[in-house]
């Protein structure tokens, strides 16, 4: 069965709306066939109450979440729940990210891009002739990426139909984290002339250099961009999973709008919507892997090993305790740094197998969900205004005029005076122009004064900006060469050790 996206009818989810924790919906896996259909369970679902239960031979645990799916939860059910209010913020400015969680096998990519066959059948609707631009079929298999995408342009096309001087700008990219490297999925394999690297910016934040991006104008054109990318990720069979992913894959789409009022004031929004595939924790003697899938194996366990020690850390500072937050132990954790107590709004599906085999996985999910949960993040809207000054002095220049023009005598002199005023007859119109004038060229000229000393400034700041990273350099030769000295076996002269400790000091 198929069914069009759209927007009447779309249950909105307020839970998002002025809250900045971290939205945890935890989903139970449904059952992948018959015979594992008769296996025992040890996961229990209160979906009224969004809780899960997990039942063990000696107690129950029990987890509250924001939502909580267990088997016969539909791909719809999710995507009304976590991705129509985080779309929403997406299209408001706000940075977004979805993120899916969990041990292999436990549906990640099902929930995140669907089933291979919902996929086949939504590209083939697709491409077919007759097809409109916007009128995208989505199987009830469809995952939350190619609803997202399908929502999101609906919106975009709602908002440049019914509001005068908005236009939007879409750009898509698809990268994957392999074995601790960055991988461009848009890129075929062996074309990259340089390699994707991450990069932090004071302005922009975590963002990847050199990172191929495709425009898109369509949920068409950015459905067969996520077609390319997923045809290029690394996936093979372990004893758990046929498909299991071998990398985490990171979907990107910019949005950047623009709106030009009446009065000539220009606003420019800017957000990104990711949605984050992990891949699955493997333990090798449940996988069977050896060779290169256990060395793949090892580096994401690795990676999901920092991102649970960056929740821990977040958590524990969260709690009035300060601690360092290690982004930088893996690709993954910086590349997420903005999305987990950084400027986003995020959601996390938490994945769990709800059979008793995978009883220690499925705890070891519930308390990872349990703690994102407890994370706050600082989201904003991205949103930049040009042309207030010009209005703002626009506006004071009327004012004034009409001030000088409706005021009988001028200001701070006394009716009857016999003071020429504006508003005395004594006072031609010739010498109110020349009057006014001199006025607004004495405005322009304090302007153009200001101007240049914040130019002034922004430069004295760079100049400072630089010289830090010098000294930082500076501070860093001297250790590695100190290193050296030291592994040489030979001691340190006192010049050097002073120049170490200068070097540190202005550091």
């Not at 999710?78 to 292999?104: K, L």
């Not at 924790?281 to 060395?295: H, I, N, P, V």
């Amino acid at each position: 069965a198929k069914a069009a996206i759209g927007l009447a009818g779309l249950a909105r989810d307020s839970a998002m709306d002025g809250d900045d924790r971290v939205q945890v919906y935890c989903r139970v896996r449904p059952h992948l066939d018959d015979a594992e259909a008769t296996q025992r369970r040890c996961v229990s679902v209160s979906r009224e109450h969004a809780q899960v239960v997990l039942h063990s031979a000696t107690d129950e645990k029990v987890f509250t979440f924001d939502h909580a799916g267990d088997e016969r939860t539909t791909q719809e059910d999710v995507f009304r729940a976590v991705g129509v209010p985080i779309t929403e913020a997406c299209v408001a400015g706000y940075n977004t990210t979805i993120f899916a969680y969990g041990q292999t096998g436990a549906g990640k990519t099902y929930t995140i891009v669907g089933s291979e066959a919902a996929n086949d059948a939504s590209s083939a609707a697709a491409e077919s002739a007759d097809a409109d631009d916007l009128d995208v079929q989505i199987h009830k298999h469809s995952g939350l990426t190619p609803r997202v995408l399908a929502y999101i342009f609906a919106q975009i096309a709602r908002m440049e139909r019914t509001s005068s001087g908005v236009s939007f700008l879409c750009k898509a990219a698809y990268l994957e984290i392999y074995n601790e490297n960055l991988t461009d999925l848009l890129m075929p394999s062996g074309s990259h002339i340089v390699t994707p690297k991450l990069r932090e910016d004071l302005h922009r934040g975590i963002y990847v250099e050199n990172l191929e991006s495709v425009d898109v104008r369509t949920p068409r054109e950015a459905m067969a961009v996520l077609a390319a990318g997923a045809a290029h990720r690394r996936v093979a069979a372990t004893s758990m999973n046929k498909e299991s992913s071998r990398s985490h894959a990171v979907f990107t789409l910019t949005i950047e709008s623009q709106t030009i009022a009446a009065s000539g004031l220009k606003s420019t929004r800017s957000s990104q919507f990711n949605l984050v595939d992990l891949a699955g924790s493997e333990r090798q003697k449940d996988t069977g892997a050896t060779g290169q899938r256990l060395t793949e194996a090892c580096n994401i366990n690795k990676s999901l090993s920092a991102l649970g020690n960056v929740i821990m850390a977040l958590v524990t500072s969260a709690s009035g305790r300060a601690r360092h937050v290690p982004y930088r132990d893996s690709k993954l954790t910086l590349l997420l740094k903005d999305s987990l107590g950084g400027n986003a709004r995020t959601a996390i599906i938490a994945n769990v197998s709800p059979l008793a085999r995978a009883f220690a996985e499925t705890l070891s999910t519930l308390k990872f969900a349990q703690r994102a949960k407890m994370i706050r993040n600082k989201p904003v809207v991205n949103e930049e205004a040009s042309g207030v000054t010009v209005a703002l002095q626009s506006e004071i220049r009327r004012l004034r005029e009409a001030l000088f023009l409706a005021t009988e005598d001028g200001p701070g002199v006394p009716s009857g005076s016999g003071v020429a005023t504006l508003g005395n007859p004594g006072f031609s119109a010739l010498e109110r122009d020349v009057a006014l004038r001199d006025s607004l060229s004495r405005e322009a000229v304090a302007a153009e004064r200001l101007g240049a000393a914040d130019a002034a400034l922004a430069q004295l700041a760079e100049l400072a900006h630089r010289h830090a990273a010098r000294e930082r350099a500076l501070a860093l030769l001297v250790r590695l060469r100190e290193s050296q000295l030291k592994q040489m076996g030979l001691p340190l002269p006192a010049a050097v050790s002073a120049a170490s400790a200068a070097a540190l000091a202005a550091a």
